[in-house]
């Protein structure tokens, strides 16, 4: 079962006063009972799972995760202890005794689209043993369940992936900021009828990957990577494209973490 987090509303207003990066959001906007939220004015679905604030025992309680990412925030929850620990991007742990992060000297940036929070696992995973930002591809209009039931002919995945002149779709933003500043970019999606979903191709058409390394990764629940990595590449037509990775929609962490060992980014 997967684990909705809520705060109060109070505790809300503390973290719009913390230091957030350069990509969060100026105003959200939430309303009780509604799935939908407004983020700088563009309608965004709180989650995939229908999330919305709720009042209990005249409390009002709204979804820390999504408040969080949309400022800009780190959020990370451990089962063990059930535990919510949210920090700023570029946090400074001066604790005698804190773990040291791990450092590289490249620029890194975890770029991805998850439609059922699968590749977003695997993102923040990534983006977490590298320290690296994030910027989490949008659609303007979020595809729902429904939407991506790929077994029912009359849903939109179906209609689009049938239809090739219907799948252009509109992103909230197609590119991050100061995205000539990032040495390295991490491409992340599900793997949709063999290929990258087609909710990437503004990103990679509208970004200059010049003089970046790129590395695609994807999740799907039975597919390979296939051919998707280099369809990408093709796409964007530059940045020097690495042989890609994919995990399976249940990964094991620790799988994700030793393929980004592997490629020896320090």
């Known amino acids: 079962m997967k684990t909705k987090i809520f705060i109060l509303l109070s505790a809300i207003f503390l973290l719009v006063g913390c230091a957030v990066n350069s990509n969060a959001a100026e105003k959200i906007v939430m309303k009780i009972g509604d799935p939908v939220m407004q983020v700088d004015g563009q309608d965004i679905n709180i989650d995939n799972d229908g999330t919305t604030p709720v009042i209990i025992n005249g409390r009002t309680m709204l979804p820390v995760r999504a408040i969080a990412e949309a400022l800009g925030l780190n959020i990370a929850w451990n089962e063990g202890d059930k535990t919510v620990t949210v920090t700023t991007a570029a946090q400074n742990d001066n604790k005698e005794n804190a773990e040291p992060q791990k450092t590289t000297g490249k620029k890194i940036l975890v770029a991805y689209y998850s439609a059922q929070n699968h590749t977003k696992g695997a993102a923040e995973v990534i983006a ?18 429904a939407d991506l039931d790929w077994t029912d002919d009359n849903s939109r995945v179906n209609a689009e992936h049938d239809n090739p002149d219907t799948r252009h779709t509109e992103l909230v933003s197609s590119s991050p900021e100061n995205f000539a500043y990032y040495d390295v970019v991490f491409v992340g999606y599900p793997i949709w009828w063999g290929s990258a979903s087609w909710v990437l191709d503004d990103f990679i058409k509208n970004n200059d990957f010049t003089g970046k390394t790129v590395i695609p990764f994807c999740t799907s629940q039975a597919s390979g990577l296939g051919e998707s990595g280099k369809e990408l590449e093709k796409m964007a037509g530059s940045g020097n494209w690495l042989e890609g990775k994919r995990f399976s929609e249940s990964f094991d962490e620790k799988e994700v973490r030793q393929w980004v060992s592997s490629l020896k980014l320090d």
């Open 128 to 145: 977490e043993e590298l320290k690296a930002d994030t910027f989490v591809i949008t659609p303007k209009e979020p595809y729902t369940e």
